[in-house]
């Protein structure tokens, strides 16, 4: 975004992200004492409204001080957690409903979304000023990380569902000499359109994919030249792959960011190849968005904890504080995702520790026929050491279980190997691969692989009733 779009944004919807990016650059100097005791005063202040303002923790955190029992780093005595506050999950929240909102929850100021859908029903979230100020901030601090100035071109590669509506029709993917998606929807969308064009940024369907809309892209980014090229990264190893195929030039981002799936090492290898570009990673989730950030030195997130807390269980069960939202507080919130935090210090020089691992959701874990648990990472490396991920049959793959122990495996061929499929002797490969694993194992070939709701790709979908926890 420019600076300009940034002073009318804070106008327009009454945040503070300027002012807020000021103080960020300053506290990413800050050491980890300095950082903690931030942490402890915003804490403090969001523990005393809650229990004021929110009906659901005037009952569960009835007297509770966070003087009295927090958890306090054993170098500087400060307090980084809250143990006496109940941790709470998707269900909680459901459950509370509008006993989670605060008394003076301002609706008018709130961004009310959805979020999920895939492994359950939907929640409702109210981001009010404060927290969208926090993340938004955060979010550009991200971009001088990057190497990012204001108001360099940016491409996005999203979904939205009106926009997937257009895919089911073929012709409108063809898009012309000088359109993009966004610009169809200028004459809908007015104000987003002049938005966009006067911040210098294009958005581009991660919906549906083919070739032809592949095409399009490439050719509008070869006019655009994005320095910026971020989305989920699926659809950015999609463009990639296609890029490679045709050996498409003039497309050089100094950048490319990707969130919201596990990203495996041959994928980061795959994307950096072919853009010549280094890839950014960044981790956040619907009720505390821009969690962690990745560095320029590439070894893993930095944990944004002037906005939030992250903490792990015992099953490296994230538990997220988001300091910022005083409408609908987060509090000791288990959204679902595991990792691994790790708290050595960083050549970049940022003091915050950083996630090193991040295994994804316990709904995106599969049962092996022993009862042992593993994410798309064990499946991953298994392909890689066969040299089936990236390579000339298989570009991305889907493990579906209905059953412990048994799983359907899509692999999703390219579209220009020549019998427009794997041979049987890379099948029967694939099979000897999978098979010690499983009791069952079903091999399906698609040209394409449908990403799921919001366009968020999902490489494993568990359908047990109950998904256990990661074991690897
Ligand atoms: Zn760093």
Known sequence: MTTTGLILYDLLKGTHVRRTMRFLEESQTWTREALEKLQEEKLGRLVERVREEVPYYRVQGAGYRVQESGIRNPASGIITGIPSFPVIDRQDVMEAGERLLSDRINLKKCKISRTGGTTGPPLRLYRDTETRSWALAAYYRFYEWMGIAPGMPEAELWGTTEIGNLSAEPGNQKLTQNSTLKTQNFIRHPVSGIRDRFNNFRSYNAFSFNESY?????????????????????????????????????????AVSCTAETLFPEYRKLIEEVFQAPLFDQYGCGECNSIAFECS??????????????????????????????????????????????????????????????????????????????????????????????????????????????????????????????????????EDCLMPFFNKVEITQHEFLDPGPGGKFRYIISKLPCSPQPGI
């Open 297 to 430: 030195e590439h070894n893993g997130m930095h944990i944004t904890m002037e906005h939030c807390i992250l903490e792990t269980d015992e099953n490296n069960h994230f538990i997220v504080t988001n300091l910022d939202n005083f409408s609908q507080p987060f509090i000791r919130y288990r959204n679902g995702d595991t990792g691994i935090i790790d708290h050595s210090p960083c050549a970049c020089g940022n003091n915050s520790p950083r996630i090193v691992q991040l295994h994804g959701r316990a709904s995106e874990n599969v049962i092996l026929k022993d009862g042992s648990s593993v994410n798309g990472i064990f499946f991953a490396n298994l392909l890689d050491q066969d040299g089936f991920i990236n390579s000339d049959g298989m570009l991305r793959f889907q493990v579906v279980q209905d059953r412990a122990g048994e799983i359907s495996f899509r692999a999703e061929v390219k579209p220009d190997t020549g019998n427009r499929g794997m041979k049987d002797t890379d099948i029967r490969k694939l």
């Open 214 to 254: 592949l095409s399009a892209i490439t050719r509008d980014m070869q006019r655009f030249r994005p320095k910026l090229i971020r989305g989920y990264l699926s659809a950015i190893l999609l463009l990639a792959d296609h890029i490679k195929r045709n050996n498409i030039k003039g497309i050089r981002p100094l």
